[in-house]
C-alpha cells in the first residue's frame, strides 16, 4: 500500500491521514492484542502514577488521624467497673438526699394540715414499697453472680430513675399548679 504507516495496535497497515488511523480499532490478532495492552499499559502509567500519590497522601492523612485520636485517647478519662458502681450509687445517694430535702420541705409547709401529712406519710410509705417491687420485678432475686459486675449499677440507675420520678411527683406540692388547673386537689397555686 503506497503511503501506509504499520499501525501495531490494529496489525494492519492503515494508510496514512485516514478516518481508520485515527479510530479506536481493537486488534485483530494475539499480537495486536498484547502491543495494545502494552500501549494502554505505558499511557495509563501516568494516570496510574498519580492516582498511587493521592492514594498515598490520602493514607498519610488516615494514619496521621487514627495517630492524633490515639494519642487523644490516652488522655482521656476511664473507670473500672467497681468506680462506674461506685459513682452510680452516688448518683442514686444524692437523688435519695434530694427526695428527703423536699419531703421535709412539704412537711414544714404543710404543717397545718394534718389530714394531708397523714395521707402523705402513708403515700411515701407505699411508694417505697413500689419503688422495692419495682426493683424486684426489675432483677429478681436469683443468684447474685447472675447478673454480672454491672449489677450494683444497673440497681443504683434504677432507683435513681424511681426516685427522680417521685421528686417530679413531690415538687407539685413546693412549687405549686398553674393556676387555672380544676384538678389542683391538695396543691397550691403558683407564686401562692
Given at each position: 500500500m503506497p503511503n501506509s504507516v504499520y499501525n501495531p495496535l490494529l496489525a494492519v497497515p492503515v494508510r496514512a491521514g485516514s478516518i481508520v488511523q485515527n479510530r479506536r480499532i481493537r486488534p485483530r490478532s494475539a499480537q495486536g492484542w498484547f502491543i495494545w495492552i502494552c500501549w494502554h499499559f505505558v499511557n495509563a502509567t501516568g494516570h496510574i502514577r498519580g492516582r498511587w500519590q493521592q492514594a498515598k497522601k490520602q493514607h498519610n492523612m488516615k494514619v496521621l488521624s487514627i495517630s492524633l485520636v490515639i494519642i487523644l485517647s490516652l488522655n482521656c478519662y476511664s473507670q473500672t467497673q467497681i468506680e462506674m458502681n461506685k459513682d452510680a450509687k452516688e448518683y442514686y445517694q444524692k437523688a435519695d438526699n434530694e427526695l428527703n430535702d423536699i419531703?421535709?420541705?412539704?412537711?414544714?409547709e404543710y404543717k397545718s394540715d394534718t389530714t394531708f401529712l397523714n395521707n402523705l406519710k402513708a403515700s411515701?410509705?407505699?411508694w417505697i414499697a413500689f419503688r422495692d417491687a419495682e426493683l424486684k420485678v426489675k432483677y429478681p432475686e436469683v443468684d447474685p453472680r447472675f447478673y454480672g459486675s454491672?449489677?450494683?449499677m444497673c440497681v443504683s440507675n434504677y432507683l435513681e430513675k424511681l426516685t427522680r420520678e417521685r421528686i417530679n411527683t413531690l415538687?407539685?406540692?413546693?412549687d405549686g399548679i398553674e393556676?387555672?388547673?380544676a384538678c389542683i386537689g391538695s396543691a397550691k397555686f403558683k407564686g401562692q
Open positions: 419531703y421535709r420541705q412539704i412537711l414544714a411515701q410509705r407505699i454491672v449489677y450494683p415538687k407539685e406540692w413546693i393556676e387555672g388547673d
